[in-house]
């Protein structure tokens, strides 16, 4: 099969208006002093850097050691489930703090969902990215994400939202996160902050969601893409 097309589904991150730590220190070769023997031309840039960051900025992964002591990390996620056919159901009718009930969206859903596919949800609140507005959002029912797990088989959740987890209406958080507890403890990650996932509405493709391998990590930063195969 030949390429149709490839989308970007993550979000470029910005140092400076990241809300959670990212320390980008930028040097020379010769200013780093394990790396100071390695000499450069004059006029020639030999970049390295280094990062401090919170594994959850920008378009991020959560893994089942999230919320799961015993649940796989970053290192040992296997990839075969970080890969497959996605679908991605919209959901956009739902405005901040508005919850998403099962009946509904069994009916959203309909017939599209197969075992082990991936599921993004599109809501269109990724244009708020990066302003007062960034977590505004809809929640799942518990009962709904449950649902996705036990009766749809799905192996990977993504949202284009700051999360999916129960809040009060006004917008605060409940006592502990009984949606990621659910859906990390049956070893389904969760990505957070997806983009650009209207395009893919209508369609099964496959996309693409791999982490750097560090061991103990609960989470990270990810880049995600969709390729759309041409008619056989």
Not at 210 to 225: K, M, S, W, Y
Request: with cysteine.
């Amino acid at each position: 099969m030949k390429i149709k097309k490839i989308y970007e589904l993550s979000h470029r991150v910005d140092a400076d208006r990241e809300e959670y730590r990212l320390d980008l220190d930028s040097r020379q070769v010769e200013g780093w002093e394990q790396f100071a023997k390695y000499p450069r031309l004059p006029d020639a840039q030999y970049l390295i850097s280094e990062l401090t960051l919170c594994t959850h900025i920008g378009t991020h992964i959560e893994l089942p050691y999230h919320h799961d002591a015993d649940g796989l990390d970053a290192a040992d996620f296997p990839v075969e489930k970080l890969v497959g056919e996605t679908v991605v159901l919209d959901v956009s009718q739902y405005g901040n703090n508005e919850e998403i009930p099962l009946d509904e969206l069994k009916q959203i859903a309909g017939e599209k969902i197969q075992p082990d596919d991936i599921i993004f949800f599109y809501t269109g609140l990724d244009k708020n990215y990066y302003t007062d507005k960034q977590h505004n959002r809809p929640y799942f029912a518990t009962d709904a994400i449950r649902w996705l797990i036990e009766d749809c088989g799905i192996k990977l959740m993504g949202v284009d939202t700051s999360g999916h987890e129960i809040r009060h209406k006004d917008g605060t958080p409940v006592v502990g996160q009984p949606n990621h507890e659910l859906l990390l403890g049956a070893g389904v990650p969760l990505i957070e902050y997806l983009t650009n996932l209207k395009p893919l509405l209508g369609k099964r493709t496959w996309t693409y969601t791999l982490p750097v391998r560090i061991i103990g990590l609960e989470a990270f930063p990810t880049r995600v893409i969709a390729i759309e195969w041409e008619a056989a």
